[in-house]
């Protein structure tokens, strides 16, 4: 007959079970676990290794976290800083566009009063061609809008002094080459048709002029007034 254990038999039998390997494990083949308990031993090693393995490639991950949070404050201090420089470079082109629109009217300023200053220059000998003020000497523009003249779209400038009913149209240039003379030409052929007077002189004023100008503008009825001639 099996004699039963008592019940402090029983808890030091757990106890020694909780706390000795060597028993436990005896304990287990004599039920026929043993195996079961190694296997089961095995997986807990695995999953203590594996848990580590996680751990070390969390701490992998919080480390590469920071390194992207910092890589996205560069990035956005670098967006800043590139807005920034945006904005100073649109500033800049609008800058350079005032500034190209304030030098193209400064120019066309300028050219007006060296065109003025050349007149009075030759003042004296416009004079002898008939124009008795050279103040009263103003530009003439047109544009050919339906090609009638030009090619469409053209536009023309020439200088008209106009007396009584008669009209003197005028060029004004720093250097006279034979083809100004032939453009000035044309232009006047337009502008006799379209100011409504009879052109009584074709003149050209010029600081410089060459030989071969000249000669044609005494072919084409062109009156010269120079300063120096150009070989």
């Known amino acids: 007959m099996v004699e039963l254990l008592s019940k402090e038999e029983k808890l030091r039998v757990l106890k020694t079970l909780e706390e000795d390997l060597e028993f436990r494990y005896a304990m287990a083949g004599a039920i026929g676990l043993l195996e079961v308990l190694k296997r089961l031993d095995s997986i807990e090693a695995r999953i203590e290794e594996h848990s580590k393995r996680i751990e070390g490639l969390s701490l992998r991950i919080e480390e590469h976290s920071k390194v992207l949070q910092e890589h ?6 670098h967006s800043k800083v590139l807005q920034e420089h945006s904005k ?11 500034l190209k629109v304030s030098v193209g009217s400064m120019g066309r300023r300028i050219g007006l009063d060296l065109e003025k200053a050349i007149l009075n220059v030759y ?15 103003e530009k003439f523009t047109y544009k050919d809008l339906d090609g009638r003249f030009f090619e469409r779209g053209a536009k023309i400038e020439i200088d008209v002094y106009a ?3 008669e009209a003197y149209l005028i060029e004004v240039k720093s250097m006279l080459e034979e083809s100004d003379v032939d453009w000035f030409n044309e232009k006047c052929k337009a502008a006799s048709e379209l100011i409504g007077r009879r052109v009584t002189r074709k003149i050209i004023v010029a600081v410089n002029a ?9 072919e084409l009825g062109v009156d010269v007034v120079y300063g120096v001639l150009v070989d």
């Not at 060459?210 to 005494?218: F, G, N």
């Open 210 to 218: 060459t030989r071969e100008a000249l000669s044609r503008a005494k």
């Open 163 to 165: 007396h009584d009913q």
């Open 72 to 77: 996205s404050r560069r990035l956005e201090e």
């Open 88 to 98: 100073r470079i649109e500033e800049l082109a609008r800058a350079i566009g005032e």
């Open 123 to 137: 003042k004296d000998a416009l004079i002898g061609l008939g124009i008795r003020d050279v103040n009263r000497i």
